[in-house]
């Protein structure tokens, strides 16, 4: 099998992986970035190359989110309309797209999805730069999001009128959206991996000393969990509402009850694989290896 794998940074955990375990299945890979893609339309004919190679000459292809959001919490990087464009480009070449049915949505669209399919989530607010908010019940502690963050960047935890006065005054920048979320208090949240239908694990993410996010990539802990089925059954309603090969979903419980904070279409996995000893990586090969397979047969 000939795979493309493509990120924001070949050298990040997830792509590097993936790299190794698709070598060690004798696959021919190579890795790249969004910023080393060419696009091309010429002649009526419309071509995505990667050093002077079509892409129509791979099998199947393996990406990253085209969004990067450095620690301040200011956006460096967003070419998301690029998986847009890719997604066409392979279902026209008939090349085998991993997780292509990504829908791209940000917190606050995640929670109205959510909530329209009778998925419980978290209690949420819509707050923008310019949105009057007078008549909006405050309530602290509250917790304010950037609707496009990761990885657990650029979230505030508010206390009380005077420091979500300062956040206003410092957030009036055009564009500035955010999310207000109700404050739950938890010692952690659980994040589930599933792959093509089935639960792959969970894991416990805990803050680190002295601290409340919870994310693996800001300093957070991980460790193995064994999770319920009423959680595992909450993870695939999620995963089964969007049709994607590969998520990972992250839960709170709340007096006993399971409420989904947010979908990760693109999730990390090294701090699962860590905590787990389950070699995520090997299995997202395996399924798209497989796939690769199904597709070739179909066309025979």
């Given at each position: 099998?000939?795979?493309?794998?493509?990120?924001?940074?070949?050298?990040?955990?997830?792509?590097?992986?993936?790299?190794?375990?698709?070598?060690?299945?004798?696959?021919?890979?190579?890795?790249?970035?969004?910023?080393?893609?060419?696009?091309?339309?010429?002649?009526?004919?419309?071509?995505?190359?990667?050093?002077?190679?079509?892409?129509?000459e791979f099998d199947a292809v393996f990406c990253r989110n085209a969004r990067y959001v450095n620690h301040g919490g200011k956006e460096a990087l967003d070419k998301r309309y690029l998986l847009r464009i890719l997604r066409m480009y392979c279902e026209s070449s008939n090349v085998y797209l991993f997780n292509k049915e990504f829908q791209l949505m940000n917190k606050l669209q995640q929670a109205a999805f959510f909530a329209i399919h009778d998925i419980p989530t978290l209690d949420s607010y819509y707050l923008d730069e310019k949105k009057d908010?007078?008549?909006?019940?405050?309530?602290?502690?509250?917790?304010?999001?950037?609707?496009?963050?990761?990885?657990?960047?650029?979230?505030?935890?508010?206390?009380?009128?005077?420091?979500?006065?300062?956040?206003?005054?410092?957030?009036?920048?055009p564009g500035s959206h955010h999310e207000i979320q109700k404050y739950y208090q938890i010692k952690g949240d659980i994040r589930v991996l599933a792959l093509e239908g089935k639960i792959l694990g969970a894991i416990k993410r805990?803050?680190?000393?002295?601290?409340?996010?919870?994310?693996?990539?800001?300093?957070?802990?991980?460790?193995?969990?064994?999770?319920?089925?009423?959680?595992?059954?909450?993870?695939?309603?999620?995963?089964?509402?969007?049709g994607l090969n590969y998520a990972g979903i992250d839960i709170l419980m709340e007096n006993n009850k399971p409420r989904v904070i947010e979908l990760n279409e693109f999730a990390q996995f090294e701090g699962f694989e860590k905590a787990t000893g389950i070699n995520v990586a090997k299995k997202i090969v395996d399924a798209i290896m497989e796939k690769t397979k199904e597709k070739k047969n179909e066309n025979v």
């Open positions: 099998m000939k795979l493309c794998i493509i990120g924001v940074n070949k050298n990040l955990y997830a792509p590097k992986r993936v790299f190794q375990e698709a070598q060690k299945r004798g696959c021919e890979v190579k890795s790249t970035t969004w910023h080393e893609l060419d696009f091309l339309v010429r002649d009526d004919d419309f071509q995505i190359r990667i050093g002077g190679k079509d892409l129509k908010i007078s008549n909006f019940k405050k309530k602290f502690p509250m917790v304010i999001k950037p609707l496009e963050g990761s990885g657990g960047r650029g979230i505030f935890l508010i206390s009380n009128k005077e420091e979500f006065n300062n956040f206003l005054k410092q957030n009036k920048l805990i803050p680190a000393k002295d601290g409340w996010i919870t994310n693996y990539s800001n300093g957070g802990n991980a460790i193995n969990f064994e999770c319920g089925e009423e959680i595992k059954q909450l993870a695939l309603r999620v995963v089964n509402k969007t």
